[in-house]
C-alpha cells in the first residue's frame, strides 16, 4: 500500500503571496489532518477533515484554510504569507475509527522570504 | 490548553546501550503514539498504546500507557547507529465516540545522538 504523499516537497513564496499544499492519504483512509512543525513550536494542529469536512481546528489564524475532496484528498491553503509561516507542513492520514493511528507524509517545506 | 512534558530533549547514545525517555501531562489522554523522525522526514509511527497500563513492544522497542493515563515511556535496548534522530510522543483525546477522533497533542522531542 503506498503511504501518504504531499506536493511539492519544497516551495519558496514571497511575503503576502498565497500557497496551496496537497496530500494524498493512504487508500482507504478517510481522515486528513494537517500539523505545522517548526524549530521553536514543535508540531502543531491545523485541522482535519472526514468526508469532505472539517471536523476539528487548532488555533491558527483565518488565513489557514483547507478542504477535503470526494477522494479523500487534501489541500491546505495558506493566504497573505508571513515570514513565521516558514515551516514544515505535515499532512498524517488514518481510518474513520476513533484513536486511530496517524501516518504520516514526507511534509512540504515551505520558506517564506 | 494540553501539553506535553517530554524529556530527556537530548541524549547520546553508545552502540548497545539502553535508552529511556518519557512524557507526562496534566491531562488524560486515550491513545499515547510514539513517533521517530529524520532529518528531512515526516514522523514514523513505531508504537501505538491504546489502554492503561498496556506495555508494548516493537523489537527493540517498548512503550507504555501509564495507569493514570497522563504518561507514557519508550524504551529502545540494545541501541545501533540507525536509532538516532528524534523521537516524539503524542497524546489523542477522543472528541466524542461514533467516528469522531481528537487530533494529536506532541510533545517536543528527544532527540539521540551518537557520542562522539
Known amino acids: 500500500k503506498a503511504g501518504v504523499t504531499q506536493t511539492p516537497r519544497y516551495l519558496i513564496k514571497t511575503r503576502g503571496q498565497q500557497v496551496t499544499l496537497s496530500c494524498s492519504p493512504i487508500?482507504?483512509?478517510?481522515?486528513v489532518s494537517w500539523y505545522q512543525q517548526t524549530p521553536g513550536q514543535g508540531l502543531q494542529f491545523l485541522f482535519e477533515?472526514?468526508?469532505?469536512?472539517?471536523?476539528n481546528k487548532g488555533n491558527f489564524p483565518g488565513r489557514f484554510s483547507g478542504r477535503q475532496f470526494s477522494n479523500s484528498r487534501s489541500e491546505m491553503n495558506v493566504s497573505t504569507l508571513e515570514l513565521g509561516d516558514s515551516a514544515l507542513y505535515l499532512c498524517?492520514?488514518?481510518?474513520?475509527?476513533?484513536?486511530?493511528?496517524?501516518?504520516f507524509g514526507p511534509g512540504t517545506r515551505l520558506t517564506v522570504t | 490548553g494540553q501539553q506535553l512534558n517530554q524529556s530527556p530533549q537530548s541524549m547520546f547514545i553508545q552502540e548497545g546501550e539502553d535508552v529511556s525517555m518519557n512524557c507526562t501531562s496534566s491531562s488524560i489522554f486515550n491513545t499515547w503514539l510514539w513517533y521517530k523522525q529524520d532529518p528531512g522526514e515526516g514522523p514514523v509511527l513505531l508504537i501505538a498504546l491504546y489502554k492503561a497500563g498496556e506495555l508494548t513492544s516493537n523489537g527493540r522497542l517498548t512503550a507504555q500507557f501509564g495507569i493514570t493515563r497522563k504518561d507514557s515511556f519508550l524504551n529502545i535496548s540494545a541501541s545501533i547507529p540507525s536509532d538516532v534522530g528524534i523521537y516524539f510522543c503524542a497524546g489523542q483525546t477522543y472528541l466524542n465516540y461514533g467516528g469522531s477522533q481528537g487530533n494529536l497533542i506532541f510533545g517536543k522531542g528527544t532527540k539521540l545522538s551518537v557520542k562522539p
Open positions: 487508500s482507504g483512509h478517510r481522515s
Open positions: 477533515y472526514f468526508s469532505e469536512t472539517q471536523r
Open positions: 498524517a492520514s488514518s481510518l474513520e475509527t476513533p484513536g486511530g493511528e496517524q501516518y
